[in-house]
């Protein structure tokens, strides 16, 4: 039993839908649709959210952006997946009027007020022959913006440097296969791009392909989601690889993914919660299956067994921090799974909150024998029986100096 609260779904029961985060300023904005009652027989969204948070953890509402304040001018049921940015010192609020309408709003600030410059559609009814939702925006390493939409059939254009104006027409992105949770031979809608180390991450519901070029074309690479990773409670739901409407996202040198989940008691098709898990890469390029489970991410509990250490939630050149760890008792005993290849081993020092936080114990690694062999070393702490943010310090960097496996 987890000593914790549960951070997944975050947001639990308010009906907070297609979870999209972009990190401004050292602090993660969520941009939402907003299933608009656990009554719900359809598809009802009657306004747009935008919530923030320092923590991935704990969250406030800074807008909602209703569809009066849009060219629709008028209540709206269909406030379909939206997605934002931050550019030209203001923020830009990119929304679907429904399947096949997007318009975009400005304000100076997360909080509003919101206007609509353009008074109509930024990708007007037509203008494609896809169904025109659910966009999605990567700004490329160069600056330059792209925004992605569609369904089944997706579509690229780059946007002009006011991030209200098209500099193009939109171009079809070719993939090499289509599937997804339909099967062999159809994708989804809500497309998402993101990019790491070069390579350019197309992505549809839980399934993702690459490209080394924006417009592609993208070959197939798999899915992230897989049942055996699926903690039980979420299970329930016949295809977990459903309506996993999100976007992936770096912050702090980790890798998170943001999704839907309508797989716990009360949930359904129109009223569906958000989710939040690390991800990680192989050496490939490719996407290990992420872990979904209630503990989520910023958080940690050692009373449910080892942490893996790469699922820090910051990182630098000498420190893996572990915010909100529970679970430790009073002079706790850790055990590290650990690694040295330097000949003189390395000192791991266990701190609160920063490199130079209160220090609750040290300890010697030992040269490993032989390249990738992992030790168990044991580490008496001073600490007494509460959460901890915990930070693993290496003076002498990571590198090769240690690598930790787990944790406990």
Known sequence: MSTLPSNNPILNGIGLTDPHIVIHQDRAYLFATHDYSPDNQNFVMKDWWLWSSSDLVHWRQESILRPEDTFLKRPFGDCWATFGAFRNNRVYWYFSAGPTEIGVVTAESP???????????????????TDQRDPDLLIDDDGEAYLVFGTWEYYIVRLGKDMISLAESPRPLVLDRKIGPYGEGKTDDKPS?????????LSWSSFYATSTSVYGPYTYRGTVIETELVDSEFQGIANLRHDRHGNFFTWN???????????????GEFFRDSCLAYVHYR????????????????QYDLSLGP???????????????????HGLKLNATMVFQVASQNPLGADLEI???????ELLGRVHIPQSDHPGQYKSVECRLTNTARPYDLWLVCRAGWKDNLKIQTFS
């Open 111 to 129: 909080a509003g007020p919101w206007t609509d410059p353009l008074g109509k559609p930024l990708i007007p009814r037509g203008l494609t022959p």
């Open 193 to 201: 791009l993101h990019k790491r180390n070069g390579l350019y991450y």
């Open 253 to 267: 040198n980790q890798w998170f993914y943001a999704f839907n989940d309508k797989g716990r008691p009360g949930r």
């Open 283 to 298: 050496d490939d390029g490719s996407m290990e299956p992420i872990r979904l489970d209630s503990v989520g991410v910023g």
């Open 307 to 325: 942490i893996q250490a790469r699922d820090f939630f910051a990182s630098g050149p000498s420190f893996l921090a572990y915010p909100k760890t």
């Open 351 to 357: 701190r609160e909150g920063s490199l130079d936080g």
